[in-house]
Nanobody, 124 residues
């Protein structure tokens, strides 16, 4: 059974930090490009960050560049999203996704596996 499970979400004040984790089971994460997406009610799911399976290269949405960092620990079959300097506009459900292609980028339909999401709320 293929499964991705996100954790680490919660309530944080503006300017604070959170680290999200995504644990994979049923497949070897090292062979997959990984990404974090987020979604708010009434809006399309948008890409936040992705990391390739080959050289670990990363891409970020312009709205989070310089604040968020995606990383992977293939030995632990886990991908992370370190979120710093959080803003209220970062409030969303965050999803972890996996793709066999490093060209999937921020295209949700290109990702084969998805987690159930974890809520991140940034508020005073």
């Amino acid at each position: 059974q293929v499964q991705l499970v996100e954790s680490g979400g919660g309530l944080v004040q503006p300017g604070g930090s959170l680290r999200l984790s995504c644990a994979a089971s049923g497949f070897t994460l090292a062979y997959y490009a990984m990404a974090w997406f987020r979604q708010v009610p009434g809006k399309e799911r948008e890409g936040v960050a992705c990391i390739s399976s080959d050289d670990g290269s990363t891409r970020y949405a312009s709205s989070v560049k310089g604040r968020f960092t995606i990383s992977r620990d293939n030995a632990k079959n886990t991908v992370y999203l370190q979120m710093n300097s959080l803003k209220p506009e970062d409030t969303a459900v965050y999803y972890c996704a996996a793709s066999v292609s490093d060209d999937s980028w921020f295209h949700p339909l290109d990702y084969e596996y998805w987690g159930q999401g974890t809520q991140v709320t940034v508020s005073s």
